[in-house]
Nanobody, 121 residues
């Protein structure tokens, strides 16, 4: 499975962005998808995830209530809607796929290339 993340950009605090993770080359609907982010000088951290059907979603406490995962298996795409963005959300965001959603980056078999989100204060 190949993943392509997109949708990052520069936004003011309080604004919104929607990231997309488009998949190709495999049976996308068999995989859970997660978003991780990595800020300069920090470790990669789990942001949110969605299971294969879209019926279960998972979020880090830092984004709960502000970020939403949805997926469209017909389009082989997962979206991360990010609202009420804060400067501390600034990072490179990566999507990743695995059979089951995990909070650990080590459990993921496939990764997208990352998209930069910058939130100005």
């Amino acid at each position: 499975v190949q993943l392509q993340a997109s949708g990052g950009g520069l936004v003011q605090a309080g604004g919104s962005l929607r990231l997309s993770c488009a998949a190709s080359g495999g049976t996308f609907r068999n995989y859970g998808v997660a978003w991780f982010r990595q800020a300069p000088g920090k470790e990669r951290e789990f942001v949110g995830g969605i299971n294969w059907s879209g019926g279960s979603t998972y979020y880090a406490d830092s984004v709960k209530g502000r970020f939403t995962n949805v997926r469209d298996n017909a389009k082989n795409t997962v979206y991360l809607q990010m609202n009420s963005l804060k400067p501390e959300d600034t990072a490179v965001y990566y999507c990743a796929a695995a059979r089951d959603v995990s909070y650990s980056a080590r459990q993921y078999d496939y990764w997208g290339q990352g998209t930069l989100v910058t939130v100005s204060s």
